[in-house]
């Protein structure tokens, strides 16, 4: 595919279809991954207005946070409540809202007070705000602290406009990250109700392994944790076959509607990796995001967003086109990938 042949992509539903195009002069951030001073710096200069981390728990927990501590043989959190300090501290020198995550999608009640001495850590190292993953550490948090921003992570999984209204009316909660499973015209409902509630919304951007890839509990790394479908491999008989084109119900890449994100008033994109094993190639994609962004707060048309792309980094050619646009691995697009997720 070629940048002339970027118009081409698959169409959208014809539901969504009616939610496509438009303009806004809204400033959209994008919140990326940091677990250390080194990616935060690339994060940066990619054009992050935002960053998320983590940090190991106090009290011997496998985690606090939405994620194993360690992925694919990749820490996914920071390793010192020091460089958490540190890199909060430089997250704000450097103009960067820096967002603690404690949100785990259960936390057993006997852990209410480990978990709370957890999130105390983020909001003394300065972080902007607390994410969580549960009803429950929302109502911990917010009684023990009520001044703290919250924000409802992904795992808590905001579905409903409903739920939404509810967390924001008795928790305060100013900011939800819709789960990936979320369409154009589901999201514009929510970017509706959080213009009267003034809640922001942000929504999760080249998310891997389909719609529901957050919530997967299919291991593919020894021990406890979170497993990833893409990575998922069985078989019968001695047999070692690849399952992550069965398991996989989605695609990732929403790069060409960025700007109906924007259009429809999505306040943050936000981009994984905080277990990446290559931080620069993390960087850039976040750095793709940001051409798309800009772009759409120009009004350019994002066929000559991608022509520029085109013309200036390998990695469009070299893995975005063959992994992404070959594949029609497009999260708003109606794909037979797409069509799969039940």
């Known amino acids: 595919m070629t940048a002339t042949d970027f118009a081409l992509a698959p169409p959208h539903t014809a539901v969504e279809a009616g939610f496509v195009g438009g303009a806004s002069s809204a400033v959209v951030g994008l919140n990326a991954p940091v677990r250390s001073l080194q990616m935060l710096d690339l994060q940066a200069a990619a054009g992050a207005s935002e960053v998320y981390l983590a940090l190991p728990p106090v009290g011997g927990a496998l985690s606090f946070d939405g994620l194993p501590s360690a992925r694919d043989g990749e820490p996914t959190q920071v390793t010192t409540r020091r460089t ?30 480990d978990w709370l001495a957890h999130a105390r850590i983020g909001i003394e190292a300065g972080a902007d705000t607390v994410v969580v993953g549960s009803l429950a550490t929302l109502a911990w948090l917010t009684d023990a602290h009520p001044g703290v921003d919250v924000v409802a992570g992904g795992q808590l999984g905001v579905s409903t406009t409903s739920f939404a209204r509810h967390i924001a009316a008795t928790y305060g909660v100013r ?59 069985g078989g019968v008989a001695g047999e070692d076959v690849d399952l992550g084109g069965f398991l996989d119900g989605a695609g990732d890449c929403a790069l060409c509607d960025v700007p109906t994100l924007a259009a429809l008033g999505v306040r943050a994109l936000q981009v994984p990796g905080r277990e990446s094993p290559n931080l620069r190639q993390n960087a850039k994609i976040t750095q793709m995001y940001r051409r798309a962004v800009d772009g759409a707060a120009a009004a350019r048309p994002m066929v000559d967003v991608v022509a520029d792309i085109d013309r200036v980094e390998l990695m469009w050619q070299m893995a975005w086109v063959p992994r992404l646009c070959e594949r029609a691995r497009c999260r708003f697009r109606d794909t037979p990938a797409r069509r799969a997720y039940v």
């Open 175 to 233: 900011r939800i990250v819709l789960p990936h499973e979320i369409t154009l015209d589901e999201i514009a409902r929510f970017t509706a109700l959080g213009t009267q509630l003034g809640v922001e919304i942000e929504v999760p951007v080249q998310t891997g392994s389909g719609l529901g890839c957050r919530g997967c509990r299919l291991a593919d790394q020894p021990g406890a944790g979170l497993g990833c479908r893409a990575g998922y491999r």
């Open 84 to 113: 958490l300090t540190a890199l909060v501290t430089e997250a704000h020198h450097r103009g960067l809202r820096a967002h603690f995550c404690a949100d785990a999608p259960a936390v057993a009640p006997s852990r209410r007070d």
